[in-house]
């Protein structure tokens, strides 16, 4: 069954609303990603984590919060959505000894 | 700062024909280079990575890839293309730090022709 579950799996959101995504992985993973994909663009970092309770900035923070509750949780928070948030998200994990990314299957939003 | 270039936006091969998709980096000292594939609608899934050691790697599904540190390349092949190989391919590089946070090439459409 799959290890990182992300939800929703799309939404509508209305310019200037709220928007969380949410990311639930059971690897036992330390550390846990969100990046954004547009087309052109391939993937890009936003946030990052390597233990509950502390985020980091990743490549393009700006207009995103991260939260990291526990070790299996990893949510995105868009707190005031804009047009240009319009974007397939991607959450992933990561052991403490690897490189080898585990993805979910995206969160495809579209802003209006 | 570390990139990664795919210069091929698409590639169109025939089924059954052999496969090039090409990835160029760049990076300060020695790198840690990934081949991820994304399937329509799915998240995307290793296909190979190269820690330094042997230059060419294998990957699953008959795929694999050859470090080049003269060319900067990671280039990755594929001898017989199958239908199901249609997908977006991404090459990756690392920082190798103990955070390793990847940097993606755009990423290659890949479309399989009968």
């Known amino acids: 069954e799959a290890a990182v579950t992300q939800s929703p799996r799309s939404k509508v959101a209305v310019t200037g609303g709220k928007v969380t995504l949410s990311c639930h992985q059971t690897?036992?993973?330390?550390?846990m990603y969100w990046y954004r994909q547009d087309t052109g663009h391939g993937l890009r970092l936003i946030h990052y984590?390597?233990?509950?309770?502390?985020?980091e900035k990743g490549d393009i923070p700006d207009g995103y919060k991260a939260s990291r509750p526990s070790q299996e949780n990893f949510s995105l928070i868009l707190e005031l959505a804009s047009l240009s948030q319009t974007a397939v998200y991607f959450c992933?994990?990561?052991?403490?000894?690897?490189?080898?990314?585990?993805f979910g299957e995206g969160s495809r939003l579209i802003v209006v | 700062a570390q990139s990664v270039t795919q210069p091929d936006a698409r590639v169109t091969v025939s089924e059954g024909a052999s496969l090039q998709l090409r990835c160029k980096y760049s990076y300060f000292g020695t790198p840690y280079l990934f081949w991820y594939v994304q399937y329509p609608r799915q998240g995307l899934q290793l296909l190979l990575k190269y820690y330094p050691g042997d230059p060419v790697v294998q990957g699953v599904n008959g795929f694999e890839a050859e470090f080049s540190k003269s060319n900067s390349s990671f280039h990755l092949r594929k001898a017989s293309v199958h239908w199901s190989d249609w997908a977006v391919y991404f090459c990756?590089?690392?920082?190798?730090?103990?955070?390793?946070?990847?940097?993606f090439g755009a990423g290659t459409q890949l479309i399989v022709i009968p």
């Open positions: 984590s390597y233990v509950a309770d502390s985020t």
């Open positions: 990756a590089v690392s920082e190798g730090s103990a955070l390793g946070r990847l940097h």
């Open positions: 992933a994990s990561r052991q403490d000894s690897g490189n080898t990314l585990y």
């Open positions: 690897n036992n993973h330390d550390y």
